[in-house]
């Protein structure tokens, strides 16, 4: 069925607010040891910097300070503050190294005066090696198969199924039962998703690179609620992410289906954590994920 065109203009708009969000914008007249970048935020329900943003955000200020034939290969952030998502943020980039193959970033995300989120980028001019990589799981249903956010919550009158349903630039369909009202089926330790932009982006491969950071967040700590039987509106909870790495492996694009598999093997002093690998749709891994976030359950 062909799309109508307001229906391709509403998948439309939010994909370019993400192309516009990683666009940051030079801070003419700065005099420091840092490159500066400004950046803006997507309004968020509940006025909170998304994560995935931000740390998305900082390897793209890393990336503009680096030859374009050095990709980023991995990151390691630490998310430090909570972020106002109605001011604009200042990204703060230090040049630690650049050697012969390897170069070395530091970036720091700042609100009012203080880091929200502190993270060291490394980029590799490409080169040849060994190859091996875990094989993409098998039986993994169709993304064409699989309900969207939209077609699970849009029924909902409520700010934040709103915002997910039809606000976030990317398509995350959930291979089993989402976690997002309830918990069906085994409390397992595991979960997965498809996702992908909502609309096309630029033959950009660092676009594509830091728009793959931002979805990276979004499910993440979904092993870990799993596992206990928490969906997302559990009254009381407290969710926040602490750190956050990731390895890009293989070049791939974040407009074409994407399968995120997720796995928890810990949970303990109310912090959990979770690993995720990236496959594309041709089985390849493309990108490796670990985080650990702070999970607060009220008592009885």
Excluded: C
Excluded at 194 to 218: E, F, I, Q, V
């Amino acid at each position: 069925m062909t799309e109508t065109t307001n229906e391709a203009t509403q998948k439309q708009e939010p994909t370019q607010a993400l192309i516009d969000l990683l666009s940051l914008s030079d801070a003419d007249g700065a005099h420091t040891d840092e490159d500066i970048f400004v950046g803006v935020s997507l309004p968020q329900p509940r006025q909170r910097v998304y994560g995935g943003q931000v740390l998305a955000q900082s390897v793209a200020a890393a990336i503009r300070t680096v030859d374009p034939d050095r990709p980023v290969h991995s990151m390691h952030g630490y998310f430090l503050r909570p972020g106002d998502a109605n001011q604009p943020i200042t990204f703060g980039v230090q040049r630690l190294r650049d050697g012969r193959s390897f170069s070395a970033r530091r970036a720091h995300a700042y609100q009012n005066g203080v880091p929200i989120l502190s993270m060291i980028a490394s980029f590799q001019v490409p080169d040849e090696g060994l190859d091996h990589q875990d094989p993409v799981p098998e039986d993994v249903p169709d993304p064409e198969s699989i309900a969207s956010t939209a077609e699970l919550l849009g029924s909902f009158d409520h700010p934040v199924a709103r915002h997910w349903a039809y606000e976030r630039p990317f398509d995350v369909r959930h291979i089993d039962s989402s976690i997002y009202i309830e918990v069906d089926g085994e409390r397992t330790a595991h979960n997965a998703v498809w996702m992908k932009t909502l609309g096309p982006l630029p033959d950009d491969a660092n676009l594509h690179r830091a728009a793959l950071a931002y979805a990276s967040d979004y499910t993440l700590l979904e092993p870990v609620l799993r596992r206990h039987g928490l969906s997302w509106v559990t009254g009381g909870m407290s969710v926040a992410s602490l750190d956050h790495a990731m390895w890009w492996h293989r070049a791939t694009r974040a407009d074409e289906w994407l399968l995120y598999v997720q796995d928890s093997p810990s949970a303990s002093g109310s912090r959990g954590l979770s690993f995720g690998r990236i496959f594309n749709r041709s089985g390849e891994l493309v990108a490796s994920v670990a985080q650990e976030g702070m999970i607060r359950v009220p008592t009885e």
